[in-house]
C-alpha cells in the first residue's frame, strides 16, 4: 500500500511540475513528441555524438538498437556508423518520434535505420543478434528498470553489450529521476552484465558499457590479460 501510495505522489507531481505524462501507464516523465524534440534537437545541446561513436568502436554490419531513440540524435550517427550492411533499430514508445526518426533518416539518405515501436517493460525487437543495445539518458525513465533490462537482454549475441549513460542522483540534486550507476550495476548483475568499460566523455554523467563473460567480451579479454 506504502509503495503504491508513492507512486501516486510521484506522478502527481510531474503533472504539477509540468511534466505531462500521456496516459496513467506510461513510462516517467515522457513529454509529448512535438516537445521533446524540440528540446532534443535545440542548438546548444552537446551530445558528443561522434565521441560516444568512437568509444564504442561501432564497425560496419553491427546489429544496434538505440532505445528510447527519440529524435534520432544518436540513431542517425549509428546507423552510418555500421552501413551499408548493419542495421540500426530506432526503439521507441511513440510512433510520432519514430515517423520523425524515419523522415530525418530518409532526408539525410540513411538506408539501414529501421524503427520498433516498443513497449513499456520490453524493446520488443525484431532480431536476437544485436550487438550493442544503447540506452542514452533513458534508463531512468523507464519505470521498471529491472524487468526492461530483462527483457533486452535476450535479444542480444552473448556477447553483446548494453550501454548506459546516465546521471548519478548525488551529481544532479534537483531531480529525484536519475540513476545511480551502483544501481544500475546491481540490475545488470542480475542478468550476468558486469561493468567491462568505463568511458570519461561526459563531466556531469557515466558512460558505462556492460557485457557477459562470453565470446570476444571484453571482461574474458582482461581476465586473459591478468593472467598472462
Excluded: C
Excluded at 55 to 69: E, H, R, T, Y
Aim: proline share 4%.
Amino acid at each position: 500500500m506504502k509503495h503504491r501510495k508513492f507512486q501516486m505522489l510521484a506522478l502527481a507531481s510531474l503533472w504539477v511540475l509540468g511534466i505531462g505524462l500521456t496516459d496513467a501507464s506510461a513510462q516517467l516523465a515522457q513529454l509529448p513528441a512535438d516537445e521533446y524534440i524540440k528540446r532534443m534537437d535545440a542548438p546548444d545541446r552537446d551530445l558528443k555524438v561522434n565521441e560516444v561513436i568512437a568509444k564504442l568502436k561501432l564497425k560496419p554490419g553491427d546489429i544496434v538498437a538505440d532505445v528510447g531513440s527519440g529524435s534520432g540524435a544518436f540513431s542517425i550517427s549509428m546507423a552510418k556508423a555500421i552501413a551499408p550492411n548493419g542495421i540500426l533499430y530506432a526503439v521507441d514508445i511513440d510512433q510520432k518520434m519514430l515517423d520523425y526518426v524515419a523522415n530525418r533518416a530518409k532526408s539525410e539518405g540513411v538506408t539501414n535505420l529501421r524503427t520498433v515501436l516498443g513497449e513499456y517493460d520490453d524493446p520488443k525487437l525484431p532480431v536476437k543478434n544485436v550487438d550493442v543495445a544503447f540506452f542514452h539518458r533513458v534508463l531512468h525513465m523507464i519505470e521498471h528498470r529491472q524487468t526492461y533490462v530483462n527483457s533486452t537482454a535476450k535479444y542480444l549475441k552473448p556477447d553483446g553489450r548494453i550501454v548506459v549513460i546516465d546521471k548519478n542522483r548525488e551529481d544532479s540534486p534537483e531531480s529525484w529521476m536519475w540513476l545511480n550507476q551502483s544501481d544500475v550495476d546491481t540490475w545488470m548483475a542480475g542478468i550476468s552484465f558486469y561493468p567491462a568499460e568505463k568511458f570519461a566523455v561526459f563531466d556531469d554523467r557515466y558512460f558505462v558499457s556492460y557485457q557477459r563473460p562470453y565470446g570476444n567480451s571484453v571482461l574474458l579479454k582482461k581476465h586473459e590479460m591478468k593472467k598472462d
